[in-house]
């Protein structure tokens, strides 16, 4: 199980074949090492030199973390399956793994807006059913793009060219069903960014933000190198895999907040400042998002009958990603909203 330790002030010490955790009012937390599998340690937390060696001496990673954006990994020799995952990824990238997983990854993208845009069609059958085929036929838009990726020839020497092209389309079709849904007085007209100039891509992009930092800990988690992707080219300071496998969980962790948000009114037009083309949070308005935000991140979702936080979902399919890549699994199942 992956721990998160974001408490400032807290000590991280040692007790026989435990990790203690020392709140500063006090508080004690032991936890035995053979259930931990990740440490994540955020800003002003400390640990003792006799806690990296136990979790070192149990193969046990530890992730340090900057306001949710991980700046280094302790990876301890005994975790040498790293390095075989690492070097399985970067093979991948060569041979057939790279396109199929180029593949899996935008389908479960559009896939997802397609199961998020339903639920919305469903719920606004019998209140208005104008909206509700419009939506529909935006969705059956973005299946569309879906079948069309699916029969790319893999060894179409532009394949990532026109599966980015059709994943544009679908991304396209996706928002503009979602301008139909919000309040008209938010003037949404679709999606932009650098800088956001209204207050749905303002709370997008910094739910994105957020994410971005959570999917670099599963990357870390699982031992993978987050700079070398397979669909998003490889660039200097540019996380290529985090790019890609984000695409899994934009409408699961952020999209539906966001939405929700807005269409229950609990963020209205004055909560942001808007100046020229830019469009920022207020303080109360971004306290109002961030509580939201991790309150669903935090509940998650349940999947056969078990509750998951979206951070253990994350770790997990990082996790099945490597498993991919080891040829311990033959196929890789992305990360789909449940119906």
Same mark, same amino acid.
């Given at each position: ?38 440490? #994540?340690?955020?800003? %002003?937390? /400390? &640990? ?10 149990? $193969?046990?990673?530890? *992730? ?18 790293? #390095?075989?995952?690492? %070097?399985? /990824? &970067? ?10 997983? $180029?593949?899996?990854? *935008? ?22 059913? %104008? ?14 793009k879906i079948d069309a990726i699916e029969k790319l020839d893999k060894d179409d020497e532009s394949i990532k060219y026109k599966i980015m092209g059709h994943e544009g389309d679908g991304t396209k079709a996706y928002f503009e069903a979602i301008k139909l849904i919000l309040p008209a007085s938010i003037r949404f007209s679709g999606r932009n960014r650098r800088p956001p100039s209204d207050p749905v891509n303002s709370s997008l992009s910094y739910g994105y933000a957020i994410l971005y930092g ?126």
């Amino acid at each position: 199980m992956a721990y998160v330790f974001e408490t400032p002030g807290m000590y991280l010490g040692k007790h026989y074949k435990m990790i203690v955790a020392k709140s500063p009012d006090g508080e004690k937390r032991e936890i035995a090492v053979k259930n931990m599998d990740l440490v #994540v340690i955020n800003s %002003r937390v /400390q &640990i003792s030199h006799d806690a990296l060696v136990l979790l070192a001496r149990n $193969a046990i990673p530890v *992730v340090l973390s900057v306001l949710g954006k991980p700046v280094g990994v302790f990876h301890p020799f005994a975790s040498h399956g790293s #390095v075989m995952v690492r %070097r399985q /990824q &970067i093979l991948a990238a060569e041979d057939g793994r790279g396109v199929y997983l $180029a593949k899996s990854f *935008v389908k479960a993208g559009l896939t997802n807006k397609v199961r998020l845009l339903s639920q919305y069609a469903r719920t606004r059958k019998e209140s208005d059913l %104008r909206l509700s085929k419009a939506i529909q036929q935006k969705v059956d838009e973005i299946k569309e793009k879906i079948d069309a990726i699916e029969k790319l020839d893999k060894d179409d020497e532009s394949i990532k060219y026109k599966i980015m092209g059709h994943e544009g389309d679908g991304t396209k079709a996706y928002f503009e069903a979602i301008k139909l849904i919000l309040p008209a007085s938010i003037r949404f007209s679709g999606r932009n960014r650098r800088p956001p100039s209204d207050p749905v891509n303002s709370s997008l992009s910094y739910g994105y933000a957020i994410l971005y930092g959570k999917m670099m800990l599963g990357i870390a988690a699982a031992g993978l190198e987050p700079f070398a992707g397979f669909l998003h080219s490889d660039r200097s300071g540019k996380p290529a895999l985090v790019l890609d496998v984000i695409e899994e969980f934009r409408q699961a962790v952020v999209d539906r907040v966001v939405f929700k948000c807005f269409t229950k009114r609990m963020l209205k037009i004055t909560d942001f400042d808007v100046s020229g083309d830019r469009c920022l949070f207020t303080d109360s308005g971004k306290k109002r998002y961030i509580e939201e935000f991790f309150k669903n991140y935090d509940d998650g979702l349940k999947i056969n009958e078990r509750e998951y936080s979206f951070q253990r979902l994350i770790i997990k399919q990082c996790r099945k990603l490597a498993r991919y890549l080891l040829k311990k699994s033959p196929t890789y199942e992305p990360f789909l909203l449940p119906w």
